[in-house]
């Protein structure tokens, strides 16, 4: 499995950016895909995640600003993010799991089986 995301870039607080993950080897459809951030100095952490059913999660800090969904026929996990702020500056992630998680276990990263190799995103204020 290859997951490849992209999207990332510079954008103005306040902004809005869109990253995708595309996957080839595997139908994302049929499984977790999460989306995971990592800033300098700090751990990885949970971003938003969709189930194989759909349904979606998303932590706190971004909840009501970034939306996850699906194409499948691109075979491909979006995210959309709106309202940029400054501390929304890492580098993201695109992850996938085998298994379809509770929403507690999605939010962690150890229980995903395969990583994109990260895309940065800098939101200058």
């Known amino acids: 499995v290859q997951l490849q995301a992209s999207g990332g870039g510079l954008v103005q607080a306040g902004g809005s950016q869109r990253l995708s993950c595309a996957a080839s080897?595997?139908?994302?459809?049929?499984?977790?895909v999460g989306w995971f951030r990592q800033a300098p100095g700090k751990e990885r952490e949970f971003v938003a995640g969709?189930?194989?059913?759909?349904?979606?999660y998303y932590a706190a800090s971004v909840k009501g600003r970034f939306t996850i969904s699906g194409d499948n026929a691109k075979n491909t996990v979006y995210l959309q993010m709106n309202s940029l702020k400054p501390e929304d500056t890492a580098v993201y992630y695109c992850?996938?799991?085998?298994?379809?998680?509770?929403?507690?276990?999605?939010?962690?990263?150890?229980?995903?089986?395969?990583w994109g190799q990260g895309t940065q995103v800098t939101v200058s204020s």
């Open positions: 992850a996938l799991s085998r298994s379809n998680w509770v929403s507690s276990a999605m939010r962690n990263a150890r229980n995903y089986d395969y």
């Open positions: 080897g595997r139908t994302l459809s049929s499984y977790t």
């Open positions: 969709i189930r194989s059913g759909g349904n979606t």
